[in-house]
């Protein structure tokens, strides 16, 4: 299947400080891509769609301005959490949409960010 | 507000037995419906997909999909304990936006 990397994996990073999160497509270009938020024993929760040349849609209640989405290409599209807090704490997780013909939904990694 | 309920469990079954995950959907309009294994820390990994009703068999996993009920289910035959993680149940709309259930915890005692 298509592969989606994800990176980095884990970050611990500072309270008031950034973080950028990276999703790539590696042997498909994807228009589209997701990013989604899991805390513990909970389920996905979509935060914005990313869509290549344009900006991103984000899902009532998730702060555009907070979490900057870029989808520069069509193999890349990043996330970054900006002036981080203990409360954005969380396993972030991006996927895309297959190559064209296939429309299942392949996912990154995902990375555990952990704001101290 | 477009909805994926799943039963959260957890579901514990013997080795060797049948485990049986369900999950409905609000929006009649869904096309595409999905079945993805998380283990606990791991992003969800695709385990089989249906777009008709009836069912459809890969290997252990046999896919259920009932439109009319707005019903899809995943059978797990001669379940294994490497088969223990969290079910997630997905519907794309006809946006072609996906929609995550809450997730069943399954449990396979050796």
């Known amino acids: 299947g298509a592969v989606v990397s994800q990176h980095p994996s884990r970050v611990i990073c500072k309270s008031g400080t950034s973080v950028k999160i990276e999703c790539r497509s590696l042997d498909f270009q994807a228009t589209t891509m997701f990013w989604y938020r899991q805390f513990p024993k909970q389920s996905l929760m979509l935060m914005a769609t990313?869509?290549?040349?344009?900006?991103?849609?984000?899902e009532q209640g998730v702060e555009k301005d907070k979490f900057l989405i870029n989808h520069a290409s069509l193999t890349l599209s990043t996330l970054t959490v900006t002036s981080a807090h203990p409360e954005d704490s969380s396993f972030y997780i991006c996927?895309?949409?297959?190559?064209?013909?296939?429309?299942?939904?392949?996912f990154g990694q995902g990375t555990r960010l952990t704001v101290v | 507000q477009k909805e994926v309920e799943q039963n959260s469990g957890p579901l514990s079954v013997p080795e060797g037995a049948i485990a049986s995950l369900n999950c409905t959907y609000s929006d009649r309009g869904s096309q595409s419906f999905f079945w993805y294994r998380q283990y606990s820390g791991k992003s969800p990994e695709l385990i089989m997909f249906?777009?008709?009703?009836g069912d459809k068999e890969d290997g252990r996993f046999t896919a259920q999909l009932n439109k009319a009920s707005q019903y899809v289910s995943l059978l797990i035959r001669d379940s294994q304990p490497s088969d223990s993680a969290t079910y997630l149940c997905a519907v794309r709309d006809t946006g072609n936006q996906f929609y995550f259930g809450t997730g069943t915890s399954l449990t396979v005692i050796p």
């Open positions: 990313s869509n290549e040349g344009s900006k991103a849609t984000y």
């Open positions: 996927s895309a949409r297959g190559p064209q013909g296939n429309t299942e939904a392949f």
């Open positions: 249906i777009y008709s009703n």
